[in-house]
């Protein structure tokens, strides 16, 4: 009994498979990201009070930059700036209006910078999101 317990568990760890992490979007390469925004400095002030954004653009290993938003002080959301249903071109960089980031490219994309989810459009896949932690003043993004 015990060797087809024994047998029954290996088969089932066997069989599960591991998150590695991957998207699988065949649209958006590979990035890694891991920086930090301390909220002290003034162009991220905006990010210390509940329901603001704030576009990052800069070189931190992103692909055409991070959207981050606030949720409620403890709890902040982070996604890639690209269209993730677009190769990225001068069209899929989005723009953000409210709670929506849209793409310029003609099939209107749009998605929701709070839970990533597509609102508008045609595509399969939602932003990519990045893991974001804040500790004191400091939001770490990492993917």
Do not use: W
């Not at 009994?1 to 066997?14: P, Q, R």
């Not at 992490?21 to 590979?30: I, V």
């Amino acid at each position: 009994m015990k060797k087809i317990v024994f047998l029954l568990l290996t088969l089932l760890i066997l069989s599960c498979s591991s998150d590695d992490g991957s998207d699988n979007n065949q649209f958006l390469p590979s990035t890694s990201i891991n920086y930090q925004i301390n909220l002290d400095l003034p162009q991220f002030s905006d990010l210390k009070f509940s329901g603001n954004h704030y576009v990052d653009k800069t070189e931190n290993g992103s692909i055409k930059g991070i959207i981050i938003y606030n949720l409620n002080d403890t709890q902040f959301s982070a996604f890639e700036l690209s269209d993730p249903n677009h190769v990225p071109s001068s069209c899929s960089t989005q723009t953000i209006n409210g709670l929506t980031a849209t793409c310029d490219c003609e099939d209107g994309n749009s998605y929701n910078i709070i839970t990533g989810q597509q609102t508008e459009g045609e595509g399969q896949f939602s932003l990519r999101a990045y893991a974001i932690r804040r500790t004191g003043n400091i939001l770490s993004i990492s993917n």
